[in-house]
């Protein structure tokens, strides 16, 4: 065993800092909770692409840099403790890239992947349907083969960005015959395509979070398609141990952390012994769900995809986060309640946004149910209920 | 970074626990249990001459050589086994504090003896009173006179005193902070020791100096300036424990994820149902949450790095998750396991000693808060 970084690690992980403090002292951006998947930044990522930091992981044919997991969890965690606004590429370089490198054709590879590198394809996730959640091989969006191109038809929702998004990743049905695991294929397709409608969904803080996306007879090119046909659920539960695996399920609201600590020692709150305790209690369990997550990319940089070791990290940060919220509003007493725009609010309102926003992350890209049953089915071998 | 064991640890890991699981039955543990000495000399014995207890020394003193992260790797086999013995306070609590403070004369003397097994070793370090693991809690003290020192006052649950060869003492030489550790003889009569009677079992004692003359040469360490290496011990010691926990939590796991998918109710296993599933889903996330921050600890204490805030965090999770991965053993084994038909209960007594030796989760929560600079 090795806890320690490399000293390139080290030097990376200070050059990632360096370049963030320089951003907010330039006044870019100001740091926020949850700004991996709210914060939509064309400048801070096209200049996040030029450091060559987009698609670290991805091999050095397609304009990626061949780096370790470890190396990329580096950048992320360094990210989301500044809450730097990465949205406009944190779902292609984080899922979408990596599937297309192992499932795309060689043509989809040499179109996407550089454009996702150079921060200029954003990607939206059209996975989940209004009766399609947790069993999301329901999903009734069909795409039929009609010569040389499918037509889409059916609605996607909860897609994260999705006013913002200039592709949809799409699961749909394209064999309505075959098993419900087996008929779904991955497609990739311009967002702004006739036939596509958006519509924002307004999440309980108040933020625009999603959108529903309607398909009403959308043709798109079979290039489109990812991989093998009606193999995309499996395609698909990759990517999904992917979604799972990083530091943005611990760090969401980590700037609502550092502000706590700061607010009680300012306030001298932080000498009493029940406050010491709670965040005392929080950093402790901070901790320990890094390294869970740190396993993951290690798992991950050994050429596993990481099922169960994702679930499980996934599955206790996201009630870390919520855990997290709730002392912060419990320190902050009726002063919580303020919202970040009223007189007399406490840090920046962020502890009121996050108490709201961290109910979101049990249930996306996994409730903490599912996840619990991937862990004890696949991780300990518990009979399939 | 790294997170799995050598192919060495691995190999030890499984040496470990073939050697443990044919000579350490629970049974044999039941019997150690109940006898007074608290161990079998015939499988101490044959733990030296495999090399257990030297395995963190230098080989000049007829250690292996290997480093602490060797030893977690033993001490979580130890845990798993449910090991019944004075291993921990010979090696981890004194062996190494030996190691740490004396002098190559001392280190001579001592650490063969242990290493072959031939002395049993101990530490006396918790008194009276219930804010333990403070220098301010040490009341007995040693008083120099005619170039001896004089310990005088009652040291409690004090681990395997009554089979000692030797005993670290650690007292109070000045009013203030003025702590010294002193090498002294167990079997001296003016040693008072009474065997207490606890959960797990393990032989914690009441240890009485009666006027005991120590002289100046078994110092250890610097006079008066003890309690630094006493943090020391005590975070070694955590960590160790924290070993243990981890050995013993991942066997409860193993063993409740083995019951789930065996018993059967309502004409299928009790382990199909979600609610079962998830309880076991969140002990597996408890024992590798103790396991990481623990190896992490242990590694850093391994590499001489400071850790106070490492070891802290390990020490307050594996307390606390041990509690809660037992508290769902138990409920899912139903009422089996709360009988001593069962093999839990070894589990849930030694699960509780350990969640409290050498500092529980609240105390190491306000280390925990020093260290974040509350």
Known sequence: MDFSFTEEQNRFRQEVRNFLEDEIKKGYWEPACDAWIQGFDPGFTKRVAQRGWIGLTWPKEYGGQGRSYVDRLILTEEMLRYGAPAACHWFADRQIGGSIAAFGTEEQKKELLPKIIRGEAYIGLGMSEPGAGSDLASLQTRAIEDGDSYIINGQKTWTSGGSFVNYFYLLARTDPEAPKHRGISEFIIPADLPGIKRIPMIDITGTEAWNDVFFDEVRVPRTCLIGEKNRGFLQALQQLDYERSGMERLMGNYPLFEALIQFTKEHKLSQEPVIRNKLAQLQIEFEVGRLLIYRVALVMDEGRAPNREAAMSKAYSTAFEQRLANTAMEILGPYGQLLGDSKLAPIRGLAVYSYLGSKGYSLQAGTSEILKNILATRGLGLPAS | ?374
């Open chain 2, 1 to 374: 970074m790294k997170l799995t064991l050598t192919e060495e640890q691995e190999m030890l890991k499984k040496t470990a626990r073939d050697f443990l699981t044919e000579k350490c039955p629970k049974k044999f543990v039941k019997q150690i249990e109940q006898s007074e000495t608290g161990y079998s000399r015939e499988l101490w014995q044959e733990m030296a001459e495999l090399g257990w207890m030297g395995l963190a020394f230098p080989e000049k003193y007829g250690g292996g050589d290997m480093n602490f992260l060797d030893l977690a790797v033993l001490l979580e086999e130890m845990g798993r086994a449910c090991l019944p013995g004075p291993f921990f306070s010979s090696v981890v609590l004194a062996g190494l504090t030996i190691l740490d403070l004396g002098t190559e004369e001392q280190k001579q003397e001592y650490l063969p003896k242990l290493i072959r097994g031939e002395k049993i070793f101990t530490l006396a370090l918790t008194e009276l009173g219930y804010h333990n693991y403070d220098a301010s809690s040490i009341a007995v003290e040693a008083t120099a006179r005619d170039g001896n020192y004089i310990i005088k006052g009652t040291k409690l649950f004090v681990p395997d005193a009554h089979i000692a060869d030797y005993l670290l003492c650690v007292a109070r030489t000045k009013p203030k902070d003025g702590i010294t550790v002193f090498l002294t003889d167990a079997k001296s009569p003016k040693i008072n020791c009474t065997l207490l009677k606890t959960i797990a079992r393990d032989k914690l004692c009441e240890v009485v100096f009666d006027q005991m003359p120590v002289p100046k040469a078994n110092v250890l360490g610097q006079p008066n300036q003890g309690w630094n290496a006493v943090q020391r011990i005590i975070e070694r010691a955590a960590v160790g424990k924290c070993c243990e926990i981890v050995g013993n939590l991942q066997r409860v796991l193993d063993m409740t994820v083995d019951y789930a998918k065996e018993r059967k109710q309502f004409d299928r296993p009790i382990g199909s149902f979600q609610i079962i599933q998830h309880y076991c889903a969140d002990m597996a996330t408890d024992v590798d949450g103790a396991r990481f921050s623990t190896y992490q600890a242990a590694w850093m204490l391994s590499e001489g790095l400071p850790c106070t805030r490492e070891v802290a965090i390990a020490k307050a999770w594996a307390s606390q998750a041990s509690q809660r991965v037992i508290a769902l053993a138990h409920q899912i084994h139903g009422a089996i396991g709360v009988t001593i038909e069962h093999d839990l209960h070894y589990y849930t007594r030694r699960a509780k000693a350990a969640e409290i030796a050498f500092g529980d989760a609240n105390f190491y929560r306000e280390i925990v808060a020093k260290e974040m600079g509350l």
